[in-house]
């Protein structure tokens, strides 16, 4: 059965290593198959590692499954699996992950030892990341004379124009931004698998309208995201099932304390926490399709606190600001994207709003993605917004990048635009990161995370929820999840 | 000649119609060169208008006429040659050393429906020049100036406010003479002043020329193609084919003894009143343009004299026992 | 001044004027159009662009008449809300005068520039006008909106994101102002071309006028109508431009909508059932443009049937 | 066709009775031409003179029924050849245009198609009468422009107008209404403009090629003179109206009307005698407008023998004497 | 004929360095095209050392020197998304927007040549002033609108067409070109994106050979077509449209740049994988280097277009022959 697939995007690239973005993983998923992956749940499902065991705090071995080929006919061995931990620690966009590993070692064919410097947490949350590649077909020259395993963004390459994985499509025609046709792999290893997908033809669509449109007029099966203000209308729709779940990536604004004195003001921040209604914007702007947050980490995620609930009091903000002594407010400047997050320039609109009833009058500015992030570095707007999706799926990586305090050595706090600086709080970041007991490793994270919500370091909005919509018949529920990767190997279509 | 008012010397107009570099470039041969295209508008012409005279320049269509009084009123700058106004040079002044001899030196329009501004009522029209001219004027003055100049050429003085396209063509016609004379000038370069207008109409415009030239004393160079009109009104004629002169002499002489051939041709193609006509002369072959002049004399590819050295020398003009000019090789080997 | 007045009644425009009923409806709805979002501060319910009158819970409020309307409300409400919660009527209305000044400032913007550079490029010829007119060529040859969004960039750095959303207007007059001159300069250009050749120009000199002096007393007033005849075209595209770029996310801040982002805005919400959002400002923006195209297409017909933009 | 009446050799070729031809415009109706009447007989050639404005071209073109919108023939009738004209649709018309009436137009410049090779504008018009192959066609073009002396003409079939010069242009457009030899060839101002030298040539061409062929010539012109060399009678018009007709002889040298008169004295050439002297004799005033045509005599404000009846009524083409002429004026006896 | 040609190359050279050069000088305020390539988390030295790599660092006028070194020789630059030479992008996007372009130029020539004639020969019928009010309402409405419109009425309300895309294609010379013309499926797709695109042309053009029209009608030499006897069919036809034709040409080939330019918004919405959405895409991306790449292209497609322009109204009008529009 054909898959008429429309996304917003297509993957950058056919090479896994080129970007870590949410295309290439899902991308990946299809072409490819990682190590392990996570379960609708949150767990770890064996894939391409059968099993795998703790041997010491820096080594995990994982035995491979066997009978497996790639889509080039070569069968899928430890060396492979290698290579790849190898070329991922020479990819600019994944070494920062992968930094925690040193080497992986084939024991024997079927299996190898992934190695880290210091005891690691998250191996089994890294290993999903962990796309074995068909290390003969990408070794040597291509026609070019160029070696075939070269990672390289802006240019040909031969990774660029060639796939070969394990994974349960195989590349049939890639037109960069027009179109992705993938084939069933007849040696796919994994015969349990109901899936029943014999094609699939991706099309990038990236106009939210012309997507909805397309999945409207019977154009394609299948699209994602799913535009929030035309749920209403899906929802309505009998042919057609829409499929929400809460995402992890958070949308936040950032408060900065640097810029605007005003701001460094403990009292105003949270005054301005309290104005900002999250929960009517999430009902209004969002149609409920997102989840209004008052932390970082959505529920699920290591560090989770339920009593951190999002804060709404107008008069407890005017009291605020009152105590603040700015009881008749100030000018303050906002940037935002105009079409990076969900509505994200309503959102930022309808924040002004609110700011002004406690006084603040806000002068907003809106960028494309394309010219937002240089602005957003050189912080030139007192209220920045940002949107965070933790690569790791882990609620540490939030506050590395968003909340501690900016180092350009140790590269933390490298999105924090508010220059909210607390040394307590980089401390207790820095312990979670070497301990290795789960629960122990929670309890801290969720002492970062009240420190944050008592601080007002930031203004948690919402977290994104994620949406797919499908035609009836596909049966889109049991593949989605909330890392966005729709498992498309096991997907059923009546 | 000490009576001379305006005397041109030698003049030459070229227009290069070619446009930028690119459009220039041609392929010949393979090889790319540049070729302009060249308009000979006026070939060495020199010629002298007296003080008081009316001096006439006649021809057909597209011989340079109207380029040789644009030239004399320095809207053309000539490629050489000199204009001359009271033995001043003023072919290569600046605008603003210009602007004395611009009072003495006006100029009537052909056509008087593009001559007058149809955004301005007469009395900006007419006021303009005076203004300029004499800034130290004040309203009163420059009023009752005008109002005696509207009522010199016989326009009602209470039409100043009207705009040109209230009037006829007639009305317009003696709108541009007032604009002209309003500055008092000496001498009026008049282009074809009457050829778009109706023959009662046309006989009203010269009655009028001509008693303004006799009340302010003017001198005209009087450009027509019209020979009738140049018959009634001129002193001297000047006849020209395609920009060089051929003839010039006093219209008693032009018209009771045409020399050069080409003047004989035109003068027996003159439509006359009534069935007696005197001979036609036949002129046969080519049109030549003023873009590919013919070599030697211009008229030769239609003279019926023409011989070898007309094919090969261009004739100079010269002065004949009675005065007049004549650029002819025939003439002067007594071949006619 | 009466005398002008009176020979301008008298004119064939006016005459033509009066029997096209048409011209006279497009007339009409325009200037009620005009007049009421000029006075859109007395007798909008609402001030859509104060953010404290924001009210998200009121957010996509249908009309009165329509179940669900806010008629307890009124007179706010009346056409409902958008997605901000703002009145919707009175944002049209601000809309509409933003969307007006954007028009009618862009339109003077191109049209001096256009007007200089082809007075200049018609009447002293030559080199300049080579040069001025490669120029124009050039500039046509990149759309408006790829003009719109290096100039619009390059805008917002140089003043910063505070002072932004304060001159968001005048700024779009001159990305829009400067991407379009050329239109202005060709007309120009041609219009001159034409009189430069009228004996009456030839009269000036010889009165000796200085160049700049005819250029603007004499060929400048007898170019004006063709300028006035693309000028209502060119509102008209002015203000769908500005409704272009704000589809692309490059027109007026979020927090003040022209009428063209009312329009995108709610484009989102068309499909989900909240029609009043998009429709209402889009039937007005279209009422606007066609009203004025309407007219110009009269002025037009009766001036000059031969003026096209570009030629 | 086939309505045609078989010409009766007595009858006139043309026979324009009472013409009128009026412009209904936003205020009011104009009539550019106003109660006029003519013959013109077989191998006959009329000329019509007036100033600008007077009404020629609308009376040349009111023959080939060619007024432009929204003008109409409002009265009278135009017998060519016995048949009346004026109610003929335009379907009926066509055979006749080009065919049976030809006409040359005042400026070779603009008449031309600028597009079209003059073989193709040549050809066309055979092919429109007559049923002949392209052929055909193309031969007799060829002759008849060797006709109207122009030089290697199958070559010149190929070239577009602008490739020729005014004169010869006129020359084809002479050559074009000489086609289908018709018996009548309407002339509007040919060579008005036209160079004198050139303009000669034309006349002699236009005269010679109409004795030749026994048509009937109407020559409109503004021009005295020329119509005095070309024809055998001329009409005078003045504000829509014939203010004299006669034989041209006479109306030149004995102009009975006072506009006739008038006109013909304010001539430069009249009195060849000494040049660059005295001024000429001019008729004051304008022709009026005819949106305001003054009552009685048109002429009447200009007039210098007017007398009281003249601002009265209209005067009628009165007979003068035995000379043939007719003139529209209440002094003529 | 070669003359006419090396002069129109060497026009398009100036034309096109000079664009080159604005859009170079420019581009660093569309974006940073580093930010968009790597994920967020990538650590900032990784993005300055890409940027050092990618010679973004280098003065504009170094970097624009080595652009036009390479330009030379044909090479416009890499596309930072794409990998691969931008000048192979856009001739691989081109075909898509050259089909739209074309058919609408196709469907308003076919539109508005009756539209327009029929109007100016009887302008005071119904069926004129009906067809000039709908034109102006068409020009009235923004193209993005229609858009929208026609997708959700013909697309999503009755199904009739599909509202994305172009559908099946077909490969031409050896897959070089990529048509959808020659299906029903291709075509399909080409019917709204093509309308809509028309509906902001149209309405001008019928304007504009009704004005010419009507203007010919007025000249002798129409007056004189009928004097002569001809058939109305070729007086309308042959005398007076030829000539109309020809400001039309003129004014089309302008247009016709525009309309190129009107194609960034109707691609966008009807998601046709062309030069417009490329543009869109490189502007939200910063790709730089494809934008000026695009932007040299299209300003070459302009010259082109104005060169056939002046070809084709050489051969209307036998008074130019090919040395240059006037
Ligand atoms: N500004 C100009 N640029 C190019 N060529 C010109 C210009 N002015 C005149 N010419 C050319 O110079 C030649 C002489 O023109 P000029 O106007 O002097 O003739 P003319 O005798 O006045 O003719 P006419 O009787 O038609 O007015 C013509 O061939 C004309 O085309
Ligand atoms: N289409 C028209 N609409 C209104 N009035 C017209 C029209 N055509 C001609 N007239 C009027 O008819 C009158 C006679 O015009 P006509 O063309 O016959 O003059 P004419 O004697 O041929 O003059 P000319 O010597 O200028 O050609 C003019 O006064 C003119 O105003
Ligand atoms: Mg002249
Ligand atoms: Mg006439």
Redesign the interface.
């Known amino acids: 059965k054909t898959l008429k697939l ?1 996304m917003d995007a297509d993957p ?2 056919l090479d896994p290593h080129v ?3 949410g295309g290439m993983l899902q991308y990946s998923h299809m072409v490819f198959d990682p190590l392990v992956r996570f379960t609708k749940e949150g767990g770890f499902e064996p894939r391409l590692a059968e099993k795998w065991e703790v041997i010491d705090p820096l080594t995990t071995r994982f035995y491979l499954r066997k009978g497996v080929k790639f889509h080039s006919g070569s069968a899928f061995t430890a060396k492979d699996v290698a290579w790849t931990l190898d070329r991922l620690k020479k990819s ?2 994944f ?3 992968f930094e925690p590993f040193t080497v992986a070692v084939a024991v024997d064919d079927h299996t190898v030892d992934l190695k880290t410097s210091k005891p690691y947490a998250l191996v089994l949350a890294m290993a999903t990341y962990l796309f074995p590649m068909d290390s003969a077909y990408y070794t040597g020259t291509d026609d070019q004379g160029k070696p075939k395993d070269a990672i ?6 031969f990774a ?1 124009k060639n796939a070969s994985g394990t994974g349960p499509f195989k590349l049939i025609k890639r ?4 179109v992705l046709e993938l084939d069933r792999f007849a040696d796919y290893w994994d015969k349990a698998s109901k899936g029943n997908v014999s094609k699939i033809i991706f ?1 990038p ?10 999945l ?4 394609v099966d299948w699209i994602q995201p799913v ?1 929030p ?5 899906l929802e309505k729709e009998k042919n057609i099932q829409l499929v929400t779940m809460p995402g992890t990536r958070i949308i936040t604004f950032q408060l900065n304390q640097k810029r605007k004195p005003e701001l460094a003001n403990p009292k105003v921040r949270l005054a301005i926490d309290y104005a900002i ?1 999250s929960v ?2 999430v009902d ?2 969002l ?1 409920g399709a997102a989840t209004p947050a008052g932390q970082q980490g959505p529920e699920g995620m290591a560090g989770f606190d339920p009593t951190l609930t999002p804060r709404q009091d107008l008069e407890k903000a005017k009291a605020l600001m009152k105590e603040a002594g700015y009881e008749k407010g100030f ?1 303050a ?3 935002c994207t ?2 990076r997050y969900v509505n994200d ?2 959102i ?3 924040t ?6 406690i006084g603040i ?11 937002y ?3 957003f570095d050189a912080q ?2 007192d209220i920045q917004l940002i949107g ?2 933790p ?1 790791t799926e882990d609620s540490a ?1 939030y506050s590395e ?1 968003l909340l501690m305090c900016p180092n ?1 050595e140790t ?1 933390y706090g ?2 924090n635009s508010g220059n909210y600086c607390n040394k307590a709080l980089d401390e207790l970041l820095m312990q979670a990161a070497v301990e290795t007991d789960l629960a122990k490793r929670s309890e801290l994270l969720r002492k970062v995370e009240r420190i944050a919500y008592e601080d007002g370091a930031y203004v948690p909005l919402h977290w994104q929820n994620l949406s797919w919509a499908a035609k009836k018949g596909v049966h889109l529920e049991p593949i989605v999840n909330i890392m966005d990767f729709p498992y498309f190997g096991d997907l059923v279509i009546d | 000649m000490s009576t001379a008012l305006v005397s041109i010397r030698n003049v030459v107009k070229h227009f290069d119609i070619s446009g930028g570099l690119l459009e220039q470039l041609r392929f010949s041969g393979g090889r790319p060169t540049l070729k302009r295209t060249v308009v000979h508008a006026l070939n060495n012409v020199s010629l002298d208008v007296r003080q008081g005279e009316t001096l006439a320049v006649v021809g057909e269509s597209g011989c340079g006429k109207s380029t040789l009084a644009r030239a004399v009123v320095c809207l053309h700058q000539p490629n050489s040659g000199e204009i001359r106004y009271r033995d001043q040079r003023i072919d290569h002044l600046p605008p603003a050393k210009l602007l004395p001899f611009r009072t003495r030196l006006q100029m009537i329009f052909q056509d008087p429906y593009a001559s007058l501004n149809p955004r301005m009522p007469v009395q900006r029209i007419l006021e303009e020049p005076l203004r300029f001219h004499h800034p130290n004027l004040n309203a009163a003055q420059v009023a009752e100036r005008v109002a005696a100049v509207m009522e010199q050429v016989g326009v009602r003085a209470s039409w100043a406010k009207q705009y040109p396209h209230e009037f006829s063509g007639g009305q317009r016609q003696r709108i541009s003479i007032a604009r002209a004379l309003i500055v008092d000038p000496e001498c009026i370069v008049a282009d074809e002043p009457i050829s778009a207008l109706d023959v009662s109409i046309q006989a009203q415009i010269l009655n009028l020329m001509m008693d303004l030239q006799e009340s302010h004393n003017l001198t005209y160079l009087f450009i027509s193609h019209d020979l009738n009109v140049v018959r009634r009104i001129a002193t001297r004629v000047a006849v020209m084919y395609l920009g060089s002169l051929c003839e010039l002499a006093t219209a008693r002489q032009l018209f009771e003894t045409p020399r050069h051939p080409y003047t004989q041709a035109l003068l027996s193609a003159i439509p006359t009143l009534g069935r007696g006509r005197r001979k036609r002369i036949r002129l046969t072959g080519e049109l030549s343009t003023p873009i590919n002049l013919p070599r030697g004399c211009v008229f030769h590819p239609r003279c019926p004299y023409a011989y070898e050295p007309c094919r090969l020398e261009v004739p100079s003009p010269l002065t004949q026992p009675d005065g007049a000019v004549v650029a002819c090789h025939a003439l002067r080997d007594g071949r006619i | 001044m009466p005398a002008a007045w009176g020979r301008f009644a008298d004119s064939h425009l006016m005459y033509s004027f009066r029997r096209d009923t048409v011209a006279k409806a497009s007339l009409g709805i325009l200037l009620v159009l005009l007049v009421s979002s000029f006075a859109c501060p007395w007798i909008a319910p609402t001030n859509p662009y104060d953010p404290a009158s924001l009210d998200l819970m009121m957010a996509q409020t249908p009309p009165a008449w329509m179940e669900g309307g806010a008629p307890d409300q009124l007179p706010a409400f009346v056409l409902g809300a958008d997605d901000q919660g703002r009145d919707l009527l009175s944002t049209m209305l601000y809309g509409m005068r933003v969307s007006l000044v954007i028009g009618l400032g862009a339109v003077l913007v191109q049209a001096v520039l256009g007007i200089a550079i082809g007075l200049t490029a018609g009447y002293l010829g030559n080199r300049v006008e080579i040069l001025l007119m490669r120029l124009a060529d050039v500039q046509l040859s990149f759309s408006t909106l790829l003009v719109a969004i290096f100039i619009g960039a390059m805008f917002r750095t140089a003043f910063g994101v505070a002072s932004y959303e304060r001159l968001a207007v005048p700024i779009l007059i001159c990305i829009i102002g400067l991407a379009e001159w050329p239109q202005y300069a060709r007309t120009v250009r041609a219009s001159v071309l034409a009189e430069k050749k009228k004996e009456y120009v030839e009269a000036a000199r010889v009165v000796g006028l200085p160049t700049w002096r005819i250029m603007l007393r004499h060929i400048l007033p007898n170019t004006l109508s063709p300028v006035l005849v693309i000028s209502t075209v060119q509102v008209a595209n002015a203000m769908m431009t500005e409704a272009g770029l704000s589809f692309l996310g490059f027109g007026m801040p979020v927090t003040q909508p022209s009428l063209g982002s009312l329009i995108n805005a709610g484009f989102e919400y068309l499909l989900s059932g909240s029609w009043w959002i998009t429709i209402f400002p889009g039937s007005l923006l279209v009422v606007l443009i066609l009203s004025i195209n309407l007219l110009g297409d009269f002025c037009r017909d009766v001036m000059n049937p031969r003026l096209y933009k570009g030629m | 066709m086939h309505a045609m009446t078989t010409p009766s050799p007595a009858a006139p070729l043309l026979e324009v009775k009472n013409l009128e031809v009026s412009f209904p415009t936003k205020t009011k109706t104009l009539v550019a031409v106003r109660d006029v009447s003519f013959t013109l007989h077989r191998g006959e050639r009329l000329g019509l003179v007036g100033e600008s404005g007077a009404g020629k071209s609308i009376t040349g073109f009111s023959i080939l029924k060619l007024i432009s919108r929204p003008g109409r023939i409002s009265g009278g009738s135009i017998l060519f050849e016995g048949r009346d004209l004026a109610p003929l649709s335009e379907q009926e018309m066509r055979p006749l245009r080009g065919d049976r009436i030809s006409m040359i137009f005042q400026d070779p410049m603009m008449t031309l198609n600028p597009v079209l090779t003059i073989g193709t504008q040549m050809v066309e018009t055979l092919q429109a009468h007559r049923r002949l192959s392209r052929r055909e066609a193309q031969d007799i073009a060829i002759e008849t422009l060797r006709a109207v002396r122009i030089p290697s003409p199958e070559k010149r079939m190929a070239q577009y107008p602008h490739q020729f010069s005014g004169g010869m242009r006129q020359r084809i457009v002479i050559a074009i209404a000489l086609l289908t030899r018709p018996s009548l060839i309407i002339a509007d101002e040919p060579t008005t403009a036209l160079d004198v030298t050139i303009q000669a040539e034309i006349l002699d061409l236009l005269l010679e090629l109409a004795e030749h062929e026994g048509m009937g010539l109407l020559l409109i012109t503004h021009d005295l003179a020329v119509v005095s060399q070309v024809t055998d009678r001329v009409a005078v018009m003045y504000a829509g109206r014939i203010v004299e007709i006669g034989p041209t002889e006479q109306v030149v040298h004995a102009p009975q009307h006072p506009y006739t008169q008038g006109l013909l004295a304010a001539l430069p050439q009249t009195h060849a005698g000494e040049p660059g002297t005295g001024r000429l004799a001019q008729i004051h005033g304008i022709m009026p407008s005819l949106y305001n045509t003054p009552t009685g005599c048109a002429f009447h404000p200009r007039c210098p023998v007017r007398i009281h009846a003249c601002s009265e009524d209209a005067p009628a083409l009165r007979p003068c004497g035995q000379t043939g002429v007719l003139a529209a004026c209440h002094l003529v006896e | 004929m070669i003359a006419f040609l090396i002069r129109r190359i060497l026009q398009a050279c100036i034309v096109m360095g000079v664009i080159s050069l604005i859009g170079f000088s420019l581009r660093h305020t569309i974006g940073d095209p580093v930010r968009e390539m790597y994920g967020m988390s990538v650590s900032a030295e990784v993005k300055a050392e890409a940027r050092e790599r990618l010679g973004l660092n280098d003065p504009i006028y170094i970097q624009y020197f080595r652009f036009l070194k390479n330009a030379v020789q044909g090479d416009l630059g890499n596309s930072l998304f794409y990998q691969k030479p931008a000048l192979e992008v856009i001739l691989s996007k081109a075909p898509a927007t050259l089909e739209l372009v074309f058919s609408s130029a196709l469907l308003i020539t076919v539109l508005s040549v009756p539209c327009g004639i029929y109007s100016a020969i009887h302008p005071r019928r119904l069926l004129s002033r009906m067809i000039l009010g709908v034109s102006t309402v068409g020009v009235s409405v923004p193209v993005f609108f229609t858009a929208l419109m026609c997708i959700s009425l013909f697309s999503i309300t009755l199904g009739w067409l599909p509202s994305f895309g172009r559908g099946e294609l077909t490969p031409l010379f050896g897959g070089a070109w990529e048509t959808g013309l020659l299906t029903w499926s291709g075509i399909s797709h080409l019917i709204m994106p093509s309308f809509a695109l028309t509906s902001i042309m149209l309405p001008l053009f019928i304007r504009l050979v009704r004005a010419e029209m009507m203007e010919v009608l007025q000249m002798d030499y129409v007056k004189y077509a009928r004097a002569k006897g001809l058939s109305e069919r070729r007086i309308y036809w042959v005398h007076a449209f030829r000539n109309t034709l020809l400001p039309v040409i003129t004014v089309g080939g302008v247009q016709l740049g525009i309309l190129i330019a009107f194609t960034i918004l109707t691609e966008t919405v009807f998601n046709w994988k062309g030069l417009g959405g490329m543009f869109k895409e490189a502007v939200d991306r910063g790709d730089t280097s494809l934008l000026v790449a695009y932007m040299v292209v299209v300003g070459a497609l302009f010259v082109v277009v104005n060169t056939l322009v002046d070809v084709i109204y050489g051969l209307v009008n036998p008074m130019v022959r090919v040395v240059g529009r006037k």
Do not use: F
């Open positions: 429309a950058e690239s970007q870590l973005s600019d966009d070494k920062g992950l390289v963004k802006t240019d040909h390459s660029n037109e960069h931004g027009v099309t669509i990236p106009e939210n309208a012309a997507r909805v449109a397309a409207l007029s019977g154009g535009p203000q035309d749920y209403p209308r209604d009517t914007m209004k702007l149609k000018e400047t906002m940037i105009n079409n320039e309503k930022c609109e309808a002004v709003g609110m700011l002004a009833k009058k806000v002068a907003l500015t809106t960028y494309p993605k394309a010219q992030w240089d602005n030139i707007a965070w999706h690569d990586n990048y350009k590269g490298q999105y």
